[in-house]
């Protein structure tokens, strides 16, 4: 059975049209504002960690002391460990109040500096602006995809043109490395925490948590790094097609 074309459109069978929509354009913004906004907001989270890494190093002297009979009564022992509890907390606190702040901050960071990269003329990036940030939310892929999109942040921001060209800098590598583990790290000492009974556990369970807190204050500075040596690039860069047009005007 044929189908014969609709009337008013001759010799035309039923040809579809597609239109695709225009792709966005984007315009440069300085991010000197965003920039600042998160070194400020990420090094003060990186402050209070250090804050808990002082509280738990005294943690770490009270339960030796504890271990090795070191008070001259119980009274004394329980005194010094309440003070001690209570700096560990004030501490953690510091960290919960202050860890929101700067992931927005760095959040807000990161989809202006990729947004920057596409108005600076690079092209053929694998991840958008929006999922830029958003990857970090996403289960399993979030330890891989924001990885992928600040490597092509950075390495966009240093040459737009050539970017797929240019090696993943050990900066990067290292970021995202100390990321992880400190990540990891503080689920493990979720749980362990749940385990100790003794003295000599809590003691364990202190020494892993300054490591992991000190990962994690690494993680923070060379974000910091990494947020600075982009900005800088990507301010490079404008000058520099400023110059370009200038020159062609």
């Given at each position: 059975?044929?189908?014969?074309?609709?009337?008013?459109?001759?010799?035309?069978?039923?040809?579809?049209?597609?239109?695709?929509?225009?792709?966005?354009?984007?315009?440069?913004?300085?991010?000197?504002?965003?920039?600042?906004?998160?070194?400020?907001?990420?090094?003060?989270n990186a402050f209070s960690l250090v804050l808990q890494i002082a509280?738990?190093?005294?943690?770490?002297?009270?339960?030796?002391?504890?271990?090795?009979?070191?008070?001259?009564?119980?009274?004394?022992?329980?005194?010094?460990?309440?003070?001690?509890?209570?700096?560990?907390?004030?501490?953690?606190?510091?960290?919960?109040?202050?860890?929101?702040?700067?992931?927005?901050?760095?959040?807000?960071?990161?989809?202006?500096?990729?947004?920057?990269?596409?108005?600076?003329?690079?092209?053929?990036?694998?991840?958008?602006?929006?999922?830029?940030?958003?990857?970090?939310?996403?289960?399993?892929?979030?330890?891989?995809?924001?990885?992928?999109?600040?490597?092509?942040?950075?390495?966009?921001?240093?040459?737009?043109?050539?970017?797929?060209?240019?090696?993943?800098?050990?900066?990067?590598?290292?970021?995202?490395?100390?990321?992880?583990?400190?990540?990891?790290?503080?689920?493990?000492?979720?749980?362990?925490?749940?385990?100790?009974?003794?003295?000599?556990?809590?003691?364990?369970?202190?020494?892993?948590?300054?490591?992991?807190?000190?990962?994690?204050?690494?993680?923070?500075?060379?974000?910091?790094?990494?947020?600075?040596?982009?900005?800088?690039?990507?301010?490079?860069?404008?000058?520099?097609?400023?110059?370009?047009?200038?020159?062609?005007?």
């Amino acid at each position: 059975m044929s189908e014969s074309p609709p009337s008013g459109s001759p010799g035309l069978m039923f040809q579809e049209i597609r239109t695709a929509p225009p792709a966005r354009t984007y315009s440069y913004r300085s991010i000197a504002g965003f920039t600042y906004f998160a070194i400020a907001a990420v090094g003060i989270n990186a402050f209070s960690l250090v804050l808990q890494i002082a509280a738990l190093l005294g943690r770490w002297g009270l339960l030796s002391r504890m271990i090795g009979g070191g008070f001259p009564s119980h009274d004394a022992m329980m005194a010094t460990a309440t003070a001690s509890d209570r700096l560990v907390g004030l501490a953690s606190t510091a960290t919960l109040l202050t860890v929101a702040p700067a992931y927005i901050a760095g959040g807000i960071w990161i989809y202006n500096a990729a947004c920057n990269i596409r108005a600076l003329g690079a092209r053929g990036m694998q991840i958008s602006p929006g999922w830029a940030v958003g990857w970090y939310a996403v289960p399993f892929a979030s330890l891989v995809m924001p990885f992928q999109a600040m490597e092509e942040i950075y390495q966009a921001s240093e040459s737009p043109a050539g970017w797929k060209s240019l090696k993943t800098p050990i900066l990067l590598r290292s970021w995202w490395g100390a990321w992880l583990i400190a990540g990891v790290g503080g689920s493990i000492a979720g749980v362990i925490a749940r385990e100790a009974t003794t003295a000599a556990d809590l003691l364990s369970i202190t020494q892993f948590l300054l490591v992991d807190v000190a990962i994690e204050v690494s993680s923070c500075v060379l974000f910091l790094f990494i947020v600075w040596r982009v900005y800088q690039a990507q301010e490079h860069g404008q000058r520099v097609v400023g110059q370009v047009a200038q020159v062609f005007s």
